[in-house]
């Protein structure tokens, strides 16, 4: 059983950083893709960041060379670097794992693509 709980989010101020983690278990985080997703009230799951089975990482075009997503296998755990943080980028941030089979390609940017999510991580940027 494939599990994933974020944790990192947290209340900051305009400009600052936060590094979300998405500890998984029950996968590998060298295996099928891994992305990270946020949804803001009112509005639909939006894909941020992912790394792919290859290490090929994706973006956003929000994200504007502010994020930085990374994997670490020893800890089995992918992060979510995020630098010069919006009032816009308020949201919970989630971890999910790409539906098998592995790919090759870069990530799927569509929600319906991810078989397992964690719970979420409230990011909060106050102006």
């Known amino acids: 059983q494939v599990q994933l709980v974020e944790t990192g989010g947290g209340l900051v101020q305009t400009g600052a950083s936060l590094t979300l983690s998405c500890a998984v278990s029950?996968?590998?985080?060298?295996?099928?893709?891994v992305a990270w997703f946020r949804q803001a009230p009112g509005k639909e799951r939006a894909f941020v960041a992912g790394?792919?089975?290859?290490?090929?990482?994706l973006y956003g075009d929000f994200v504007k060379g502010r994020f930085t997503i990374s994997r670490d296998k020893a800890h089995n755990t992918v992060y979510l670097q995020m630098d010069s943080l919006k009032p816009e980028d308020t949201a919970v941030y989630y971890c999910?794992?790409?539906?098998?089979?592995?790919?090759?390609?870069?990530?799927?940017?569509?929600?319906?693509?991810?078989?397992?999510w964690g719970q979420g991580t409230q990011v909060t940027v106050s102006s």
């Open positions: 999910a794992t790409e539906r098998p089979p592995i790919r090759f390609g870069l990530c799927q940017l569509t929600a319906s693509a991810y078989a397992n």
């Open positions: 029950g996968h590998s985080v060298n295996g099928n893709a």
């Open positions: 790394i792919s089975y290859i290490g090929q990482t």
